[in-house]
């Protein structure tokens, strides 16, 4: 089973036991040297064979932002040496790599002006870079060889060059960003010229027997950059001068090409690293090529593999949704795999700013130090374990249930539905997203394992509930009722009926709201598999952003892929009434129109559900009160699972009679948010 994922590989003079590599992910954590320790740790110990930190940029030119971590400065060895240690102390392998952001830094950061081959403007950071004279490029050259030769006295076990994704070596290589006319630019072989000086000067800085990877461009899917056949020639030669690995690196910040989202298939680009796989075999060199993007499995990464698309797979954010990702598919537990969702609403998103990067479906994910595993359920003060109900198993209920479970408690899951899931059942449905069904397959096998006792079907009574030491009330969320005159003269349903059953919906739909439900409902009937489908689909608000609260990575792809799909979207519009031929509305301009419409559906937000507070409160029973149930404004699915854990862990302290300063303080009725 997976034998080429579980075969051996060399990079040059480094041995690995397997073929899945930890791929660089900035954490907004570089701050926190022990917060990245544990979490590199925890990663190392699980079978993370080799890791990839996130960028380390060479100068200050080069940061990214804030947090990066700056290796030439004199701060960076106190930073790194818990991480090195924690890693090699758990059996891991640890690359630092090489970074600079080039014309998508941020001249906020430093107050440095962002520094590319030519001033070429940059939509993603909002910039005219400087161009760099003859003598700066020498300089950044002597930067990242520096950088090289800390990594290599600190102790990292290998460098990794970062030069795809758009910064500053995929920018020399570029004839979008690269308009010199000089040595360093002109025409493809001199575009290599920079590329390939700090493969050099990084070479001459650790000596021959210390692993280089290459991270290159395979493809910018930016119209004028670079072709395909000038990425690959890149990739040969720089194989040729000593990169001991080349991984594949796919698009730019500024693409319009979707790479990484949920909607892009399973090892969509997977053929780009094995076209530059066969043209490094045809010109001799052929050193192990690494690729990734939206591989979220290890069986993914077998299919992969076995293809001849790559040596090696590069997987970052299944790393974050599930540390022992490696481990527990090497046992056989492939269903106990908590699987990234591609949702970036708390990694990608998170990384674009200042906030700290977690994962929406594993809140544990660098707050290993603030929720350490296991909880110590031995410091209760009684022998036998509390028994704590759960009402409500969507995201912020299964993570409660299994955070209790996980400190030694009995736990009873009660869902009223017939299958837990919550409103993730509806996002599976949606096209692009049904790696959502997965997390409800996680917690379907995690919560068996851990011995909660689900019911479903069960919507128990606060009487039912008295002999629990505990209640976590999770029941979520309702949608918004909204009062149209006219209602009844054409079919109008909410989102959840629509989502349970399309059919019946007709050709012409409009959806009132515009938000992240009312858009994934639009994908799904717009889509010709669903039945009765394609339709006519018009989505409206009264504000002005269409996709509001849906991710920056995220938002402009999905309104991309709605109105390629004939979704017509509505901003400045107040729905009015219904009529027998559809709904009319109020224009920004106060003129009305008649939106044609077989049915109208209602996606305009949410309220709490929670038909225990009085009853319980009644009772004085002892509770907590999360997610949806406890307020609907703003609510997402990060939210809903970092309540889940704190609640489930603050609970389970609380009943463990620990000291309060040992963790998060257990609140009345609200949950502790983390």
């Known amino acids: 089973m997976l034998d080429r994922v579980f075969s051996p590989v060399s990079l040059g003079p480094l041995q690995l036991d397997h073929r899945i590599i930890m791929g660089s992910m900035h954490l907004n954590r570089e701050d926190d040297p022990l917060a990245l320790a544990a979490f590199y740790a925890e990663r190392a110990a699980a079978g993370a064979g080799l890791i990839v930190t996130g960028g380390a940029a060479v100068n200050r030119a080069g940061a990214g932002g804030p947090n990066y971590l700056l290796i030439n400065e004199p701060e960076a060895a106190a930073r790194v040496s818990p991480m090195l240690n924690a890693v090699h102390d758990a059996g891991g392998r640890l690359a630092l790599q090489l970074f600079h952001a080039g014309r998508y830094a941020r001249e906020g950061t430093y107050g440095l002006r962002p520094a590319a081959p030519s001033e070429v403007y940059s939509g993603y950071s909002r910039t005219l870079p400087r161009a760099l004279t003859p003598k700066q490029i020498e ?27 758009g910064y500053l070596i995929n920018q020399f290589a570029s004839p979008l960003t690269n308009l010199r006319q000089d040595r360093w630019g002109g025409d493809p072989q001199r575009r290599q010229a920079f590329p390939l ?17 290459y991270r290159t461009s395979g493809a910018d899917l930016v119209a004028g950059s670079s072709s395909r056949e000038e990425s690959a020639a890149l990739a040969v030669a720089l194989a040729r001068e000593g990169a001991d690995a080349v991984n594949i690196g796919i698009g730019w910040h500024e693409s319009r090409v979707p790479s990484v989202q949920g909607m892009v298939p399973h090892g969509r680009w997977m053929a780009i690293a094995g076209e530059i796989r066969a043209a490094l075999a045809a010109a001799g060199v052929p050193v192990p090529v690494i690729a990734g993007n939206r591989i979220n499995s290890l069986e993914h990464a077998e299919r992969a593999l076995a293809c001849g698309h790559a040596d090696l797979v590069s997987m ?74 759960v009402v409500g198993a969507g995201p912020a209920g299964m993570q409660a249930a299994a955070t209790l479970a996980l400190a030694g408690h009995r736990v009873d899951l009660y869902e009223q539905d017939s299958s837990i899931g919550g409103q993730f059942r509806l996002a599976g449905k949606v096209p692009g997203k049904a790696d959502f069904l997965q997390t409800i397959r996680y917690f379907t096998h995690e919560l068996a394992r851990l011995g909660v006792r689900v019911l ?71 889509d010709p598999g ?91 029973m002892p509770g907590t009160v999360i997610g949806g149930a406890l307020d609907a404004s703003g609510l997402n699915a990060v939210r809903a699972f970092e309540q889940g854990l704190a609640a489930g862990t603050a609970v389970a302290r609380h009943l463990d009679r620990q000291k309060p300063e040992d963790g998060p303080r257990l609140k009345s009725s609200r949950a502790p948010l983390p």
């Open 197 to 213: 000086a700090v493969l050099q000067a990084v070479r001459d800085a650790v000596g021959p027997g210390y692993p280089v990877i």
């Open 316 to 389: 970052a954010r299944p790393f974050l949704a599930d540390p022992a990702i490696v481990a527990k598919t090497r046992r056989g537990a492939s269903n106990l795999v908590n699987t990234c969702i591609a949702c970036n609403e708390a990694c990608i998103d998170r990384s674009l700013g200042a906030e700290p990067v977690s994962c929406l479906v594993n809140p544990r994910a660098g707050r290993e130090t603030e929720f350490p595993l296991p909880l110590k359920p031995p410091r209760r003060a009684v022998s036998t374990p509390a028994r704590v109900a």
């Open 530 to 620: 669903v039945a009765g489908g394609p339709r006519d689909v018009t989505i409206l608000r009264r504000g002005a952003r269409i996709g509001q609260g849906i991710g920056p990575s995220t938002r402009w792809a999905v309104l991309q892929d709605i109105r390629a799909a004939g979704v017509r979207t509505l901003a400045g519009t107040t729905p009015l009434d219904v009529t027998p031929l559809g709904l009319r509305v109020r224009n920004l301009d106060g003129t009305t129109a008649l939106l044609l419409a077989d049915a109208v559906v209602l996606a305009a937000g949410q309220v709490p559900y929670n038909p225990l507070r009085f009853q319980r409160d009644a009772r004085g």
């Open 456 to 526: 479903t079907g069960a919507a128990p009574e606060a009487a039912q509930l008295a002999g629990y030491s505990h209640l976590v009330l999770a029941t979520g969320v309702r949608p918004r009722t909204v009062h149209l005159p006219g209602t009844g003269l054409l079919p109008v349903l909410d989102y959840r009926q629509a989502f349970a059953d399309p059919a019946p919906l007709g050709r012409r739909v409009v959806i009132v709201g515009a938000g992240g439900i009312a858009v994934d409902l639009a994908r799904l009937l717009a």
């Open 139 to 165: 300089d950044t050259l002597a930067d990242f060889a520096a950088g090289a030769a800390a990594a290599r006295a600190l102790g990292f076990d290998a460098v990794e060059i970062m030069g795809s994704e």
